[in-house]
């Protein structure tokens, strides 16, 4: 009768506690700003949105809440043109999908509605009438202003495209415990030629480190290399919404191709549905998870007629590789079996050796 000398041995805390790495987000940047192209009536007269002198940069900003304004230039058959400044309502706010944000600058979800404005020139004024309509999944939509002067009557009807800007992607981030470092690389709906990228860095509020955030000074890259500063900014996350992260991005100057710094502010949404440590706080502000070494498991061999039984007490959940080697000391030690713990203890199953001596350990992960 063959004889086996056998030898089983435990071996733990294989690697140091470590934070977790890069996670990614998504990140939805629009522009407050609409940007129109030139407005027609159907006698060929014309209109202008500009909020910059010179070459008109087609910019309707905000001004106050929903009311929205812009200087215009009405380019009339005749030869006339006549300039002033616009102040027209958006439509009422809407939020079909329950994000927390105006569907008018959602470019996934249909806009429109009618509202109301005024207007001034050097000779008068009157009122506005604005038509908007934009469908779900175009960032372009229309406006039709009817311009009636209180002196003049009315001045027509002036059909005129504009475009919600707004960009998506990936933000790739490192958690931290006072910082959380990133780059977003964002393309635009709708165009995705063109595109955003570069890095953000957040500094969380002491006194409120998971909800508050201070988006500190940076500077992104469009699509033709041209640079785009922006300053710090508050970032909230809202416990109606608690995967999400919202603020504003204050550009230097939005759009650099125009003669004058213009398309200043935009609003940045970051969605975090990471979750390592499952406590409802996304890992983008939560506190870096570290993961304990696992429980140095027990060992007990049994030698049966027709197989050796090894028990294996740890813990449930993680990973055991059961070794063998032919000789001590070793340093070619063959994982003969791998298993996640059910139980503890679990007994596995191994097979008699072909040869003596034989040794055995375990490794938990």
């Known amino acids: 009768?063959?004889?086996?000398?056998?030898?089983?041995?435990?071996?733990?805390?294989?690697?140091?506690?470590?934070?977790?790495?890069?996670?990614?987000?998504?990140?939805?940047?629009?522009?407050?700003?609409?940007?129109?192209?030139?407005?027609?009536?159907?006698?060929?007269?014309?209109?202008?949105?500009?909020t910059v002198a010179g070459p008109p940069n087609g910019e309707l900003a905000p001004y106050n809440g929903d009311t929205y304004g812009s200087g215009f230039a009405l380019g009339l058959s005749s030869g006339v043109s006549i300039y002033g400044t616009?102040?027209?309502?958006?439509p009422p706010y809407a939020d079909a999908n329950g994000n927390g944000f105006d569907d008018f600058f959602e470019v996934a979800l249909a806009a429109g509605g009618t509202t109301t404005g005024t207007y001034t020139t050097a000779i008068g004024g009157g009122t506005v009438t604005a038509s908007w309509s934009r469908a779900a999944g175009s960032k372009d939509g229309m406006c039709v202003f009817d311009l009636k002067d209180n002196t003049?009557?009315?001045l027509g009807n002036y059909q005129a495209a504009f475009e919600v800007i707004e960009y998506a992607g990936p933000l790739a981030y490192t958690p931290g415990s006072n910082t959380v470092n990133g780059a977003v690389t964002l393309r635009q709906t709708g165009n995705a030629a063109n595109q955003l990228q570069g890095p953000v860095q957040f500094v969380k509020v002491a006194t409120n480190r998971f909800n508050l955030l201070v988006l500190q000074p940076g500077m992104w890259t469009n699509a033709a290399a041209q640079t785009l500063g922006y300053t710090n900014a508050l970032f909230?996350?809202?416990?109606?919404?608690?995967?999400?992260?919202y603020g504003y991005l204050e550009f230097a100057d939005g759009d650099p191709d125009t003669p004058a710094p213009d398309y200043l502010t935009w609003m940045l949404s970051i969605d975090d549905t990471n979750d390592i440590n499952r406590n409802g706080i996304p890992d983008f502000s939560d506190d870096p998870s570290v993961?304990?070494?696992?429980?140095?498991?027990?060992?007990?061999?049994?030698?049966?007629?027709t197989n050796l039984s090894l028990s294996i007490s740890g813990d449930v959940g993680r990973v055991q590789e059961v070794q063998q080697a032919a000789s001590l000391p070793a340093t070619n030690w063959q994982a003969v079996l791998s298993?996640?713990?059910?139980?503890?203890?679990?007994?596995?199953s191994l097979p008699l050796p072909a040869g003596s001596p034989s040794f055995w350990r375990v490794r938990a992960q």
């Open 1 to 50: 009768m063959k004889r086996w000398t056998v030898l089983v041995a435990a071996v733990w805390g294989i690697l140091p506690l470590a934070a977790p790495g890069a996670q990614t987000a998504q990140a939805r940047v629009w522009c407050l700003s609409l940007r129109f192209q030139q407005g027609a009536d159907s006698f060929g007269d014309t209109l202008d949105l500009s």
């Open 86 to 90: 616009i102040y027209v309502n958006l």
């Open 152 to 154: 003049y009557g009315d």
């Open 236 to 245: 909230l996350r809202d416990v109606r919404w608690p995967t999400n992260y």
């Open 291 to 305: 993961s304990p070494p696992p429980r140095a498991p027990l060992l007990r061999l049994t030698l049966g007629t």
């Open 339 to 348: 298993l996640t713990l059910t139980n503890d203890p679990q007994v596995v």
